[in-house]
């Protein structure tokens, strides 16, 4: 097992490398370099000169890189042209936003997708798995925003049951438990249309999962054994289903950051989704290649997490 | 108390596919005897692991189901039981065990996991006399060192080794019958021996009742005490094994004699069966063994033979009445 | 043995569209997408307005009899500009998918037949492609290249072959080592004869299920994209394009036909095409071949 991960964990790196090389190769080929940019307009030319010397604008392009990757690692991205402040700080204050609504996303999709497609699989082509069918057809064709916007028309505006947009309602100053439940309240919307596309994908590949191993002999012997059908489907189908669902989970934090630019954009939502939609917009790089960075680095700590779950479910990798 | 423990009638199990359905099993009976072994012998698709899957009433569902007759253990139709008293004789009073033992284990988990399961099922024992029954049942079928072997996960074991985890896990509850689909096809031939000499042995202390179904009537003659000889979904013929060996009276069991390596003989070179077995969807009218059968007549496309006992406990269905097989 | 070839496909061809046929969704999918394509070909005769006839009297007026579907900011018709953008998003779609198609193959049968560091080589390249979040760096590059709706396509080609290649690389690896390609190479013919006459056709299936696939991805990504201003620009309309005007408030919450009509037709579009990519599946699939 150790060897196993040993080796992902090579591989993991050997693409984090890649992607460093990647988003400088970005920084420094944009326009407007991310070193100008931090000076301050209004020193002298020659002081300018000096400063840009220290900081590394003329040396060569591999020891930039290197003089990068440094400033990466001590939390350094250096300083955001639009918010003027560090990088990093402006991520900080966005970042649990996201999260906040991811988690909730992948939790609700998660406990939406796997006990219906393990319906959907145990009751084939009765009227349940019929209808999942259609609606998870549904789910992976609308597009993401426009079901956003119609709840918001149909929810906020006609109904008036949640929030239009935003984390807080402005100007209320809630505190303490209040706050709390306001944000949830401001939650729902934004995490139900993050959640569709998930829930859809995620329940197909249940249903499928689950459909492909019950043709396993050993699904036999668990019957024959006088085991109740719920234990054969929950304990020795669906341990055996997890390996693909583990998967498409994991694939599931990708979709989630790019789902989350839209939606966060039609929600207003303060996360790094729309966060990276204005960095663009405004041409913000020093922000826009830290934004690239982090995510990528989450999508690569998932992908790991998943390899480690592998092992944990499969005994047969675990022991490789 | 009667002598048979379990009895099927007029037993009639389909398939539907695409477009048709196709009688896997047409009217099959047999009866099998307390601490006897019924070998069920035929070629694949000849519809005997149907037959035995039907007695577990494990047939795949949606599109096989039991068409129609009994199924009769101790004098109870199982066809006639709810799921849930099914439930508590599968693994319990009937066990089962397969061809495949490479995937007949679930991966995922340690063998004393999937032993102990049915245990705590049927005799609601767990915990550590769990696992002391579970470690006495893998020492009778001769393991080494079965307390390792309980933490072991399928995959680290032989095909062997794990077919000895699915005959523990069988014999676990002391089941009066245990059905055999092919257990030892898929072993070496060293192998297979000792499998069958184990499950003999078994059977013997057991006085446990075995439906043991193979392809190969050389295994049917080291195990079984009566045989059944089903081709094409149907019962041609049944009798003692040495009954059967030494005057078969259908002309397919006869092939199926020839056919034993053992009975090589050089003066006729290597003797196989012409043709193959009629697919179910297109069943010759009449007996379905006469497109390939060296006696055939004209009669044999009118009906379906009845099965008709020659002598007492020995019968066929050819309207030869075993003439043809002499 | 030739002859026996050819009548395997021929029956494997029939027993497919038979299946096809059978599949009511797959079925409805075709219809759907027949006529959009229909409707989008024919726009100039399905309309009396062209396709930027401004009316700056009449803006923003909700559906009457002679805008069946209203008009937009600038008086122009919705219903025309509808059927207008339905070419824009189908040749999105289409071409994109055509890219990715033309990308992921080379590169997937390429990575599987030469094995080794080429393979390892490429292999990692999609690694790192697939690691980036798909929709931050499309805006990104969007955002750096400009936007336009030959641009978008290259972006959406550019990022997406990865899933062809890898699953054209596993068909090829596995494909390899069947008999009949150990014949063809015994016979003396070189790789690429092999990559092209032989083991190509052997993928046919999945590339064409995943084309359907790559279609409706293609849509969904130019909505969004174009949603965002940073896919196909105005006066050109785009049912993405068209659907950034509910990004005002009013027109999200009074005029539906601004909005709700473009939604509708992407969506539409895109559950056809994947009811047809999923019947298709179901219908090529080996392994359900009875």
């Known amino acids: 097992m150790t060897r196993y991960l040993i080796r992902r964990l090579a591989q993991s790196i050997l693409i984090l490398f890649c992607v460093t090389v990647i988003v400088f190769l970005f920084i420094n080929l944009a326009p407007g370099d991310p070193y100008t940019q931090r000076l301050d307009p209004s020193v002298s030319a020659e002081v300018r000169e000096e400063m840009l010397q220290k900081m590394g604008y003329y040396d060569p ?257 675990r022991y490789e | 108390m009667s002598n048979i423990l379990l009895e099927t009638k007029d037993l009639r199990v389909c398939f539907k596919s695409d477009a048709s359905v196709v009688r896997a099993a047409d009217g099959v009976s047999f009866q099998v005897e307390r601490g006897k072994v019924l070998g069920i012998v035929g070629e694949s698709g000849s519809g005997k692991s149907v037959t035995s899957l039907s007695v577990m009433r494990l047939i795949p569902k949606p599109n096989g189901y039991i068409e129609g007759g009994q199924i009769l253990f101790h004098g109870e139709d199982l066809l006639r039981k709810s799921e849930k008293e099914m439930r508590r004789i599968r693994g319990n009073k009937i066990a089962m065990i397969f061809q495949e033992p490479m995937s007949s284990l679930n991966p995922v988990f340690k063998i004393g996991e999937q032993l102990g399961e049915a245990l705590k099922l049927h005799q609601g ?138 009975n090589y003989d050089p003066k006729f070179g290597f003797r196989s069966i012409p043709g193959m077995q009629p697919s179910a969807q297109n069943m010759p009218q009449g007996c379905s063994f006469a497109p390939r059968c060296a006696y055939a007549c004209s009669e044999c496309g009118r009906a379906v033979p009845e099965l008709v006992e020659i002598q007492p406990g020995h019968t066929v269905r050819c309207i030869l009445g075993g003439k043809g097989g002499m | 043995m030739k002859k026996d070839t050819d009548n395997g496909t021929v029956s494997l061809g029939s027993i497919a569209w038979r299946r096809f046929r059978k599949n009511k969704l797959a079925m409805f999918g075709v219809v759907v997408i027949a006529l959009l394509i229909l409707m989008s070909v024919c726009a100039p005769v399905l309309t009396t307005y062209g396709r930027d006839d401004i009316d700056l009297y009449n803006i923003e007026a909700a559906p009457n009899s002679d805008h069946l579907l209203g008009t937009d900011e600038l008086g122009r018709d919705v219903l025309t500009r509808l059927l207008y953008g339905g070419r824009v998003s189908l040749t999105v779609g289409l071409l994109a998918s055509v890219f990715e198609i033309i990308i992921g193959v080379s590169v997937g049968a390429i990575a599987g037949f030469y094995g080794g560091k080429v393979d390892s080589l490429i292999m990692r390249i999609t690694d790192v492609i697939m690691c980036f979040p798909f929709f931050v760096v499309a805006i990104a590059l969007a955002a750096m290249i400009g936007p336009s709706m030959m641009n978008l396509i290259f972006i959406i080609a550019i990022l997406e072959w990865t899933k062809i290649a890898r699953i054209v690389r596993a068909e ?88 709700i009509p473009q939604g509708f037709l992407v969506f539409i579009t895109v559950i056809s095409i994947n009811f047809l990519g999923d019947g298709l599946r179901d219908a090529l699939d080996p392994k359900l071949k009875i």
């Open chain 2, 125 to 262: 024992i767990s915990g550590k006399e769990n696992r002391r029954r579970c470690m006495e049942m893998l020492e009778l079928v001769r393991i080494a060192d079965p307390k390792k072997m309980l933490d072991r996960y399928p995959h680290e074991l032989s095909g062997g080794m794990r077919q000895r985890v699915m005959i523990a896990m069988a014999i676990l509850c002391d089941p009066e019958l245990m059905i055999a689909d092919e257990p030892t096809t898929a072993l070496d031939v060293t192998i297979q021996a000792q499998i069958l000499q184990l499950l003999r042995d078994l059977q013997k202390k057991r006085e446990m009742s075995i439906m043991f179904i193979t392809h190969d009537l050389g295994v049917i003659a080291e195990i079984a005490d009566r045989v059944a000889v089903m081709y094409a979904g149907r019962i041609v013929e049944e009798a003692e094994v040495s009954t059967l060996l030494r005057s078969p009276l259908h002309p397919y069991t006869r092939g199926l004699i020839d056919a034993i390596p053992e």
């Open chain 3, 172 to 259: 090829v690896l596995s494909i390899k080592e069947r008999d009949f390609i150990q014949a063809a190479r015994s016979m003396g013919l070189s790789k690429m004869e092999i990559i092209i006459k032989h083991v190509l056709p052997n993928t046919f299936a999945s590339i064409m299920v995943f084309a359907t696939l790559a279609i409706a991805n293609g849509i969904l990504t130019e909505a969004a994209l174009s949603f965002l201003g940073l896919g196909v620009r105005p006066p050109q309309p785009s049912w993405g394009n068209m659907l950034s005007a509910a990004q005002s408030m009013r027109v999200l919450q009074y005029e539906w036909w601004m909005w």
């Open chain 1, 61 to 317: 392009v591999p020891i930039k890189y290197f003089k990068w990757i440094r400033d990466v690692f001590r939390g350094d991205f250096g300083y955001s042209i639009k918010y003027k402040k560090p990088v990093w700080d402006v991520i900080c204050e966005r970042l649990p936003n996201t999260v906040l609504m991811g988690a909730g996303a992948l939790i609700l999709s998660t406990a939406i997708a796997i006990p219906a497609g393990k319906t959907s699989a145990t009751k084939r082509n009765s009227v349940f798995d019929y209808m999942g069918t259609v609606l998870s057809f549904i789910g992976i064709s609308i597009p993401a925003f426009f079901f956003g916007l119609l709840l918001i028309k149909w929810l906020s505006f006609d109904l008036k049951i949640f929030p239009i947009s935003g984390m807080v309602t402005v100007g209320a100053g809630y505190q303490g438990w209040d706050f709390i439940k306001d944000v949830a309240w401001h939650l729902v919307l934004p995490t139900v249309v993050l959640a569709l596309l998930q829930t859809a994908t995620l329940m197909r590949y249940t249903r499928s999962s689950m459909l492909e191993v019950f043709d396993h002999d050993y699904i036999r012997t668990a019957r024959a054994k006088g085991l109740s059908e719920a234990v054969v489907v929950n304990k020795h189908a669906f341990k055996n289903a997890l390996i693909p669902i583990i998967t498409v989970l994991s694939m599931q934090i990708p979709t989630i950051f790019s789902g989350a630019v839209l939606t966060e954009t039609i929600f207003v939502w303060p996360g790094i989704g729309r966060l990276s939609y204005t960095a663009i917009l405004d041409r913000d790089y020093p922000l826009i290649m830290a934004l690239l960075l982090m995510t990528t680095v989450i999508i690569l700590l998932s992908n790991l997490i998943a390899d480690l779950l592998y092992a944990v479910i499969d005994p047969r990798i």
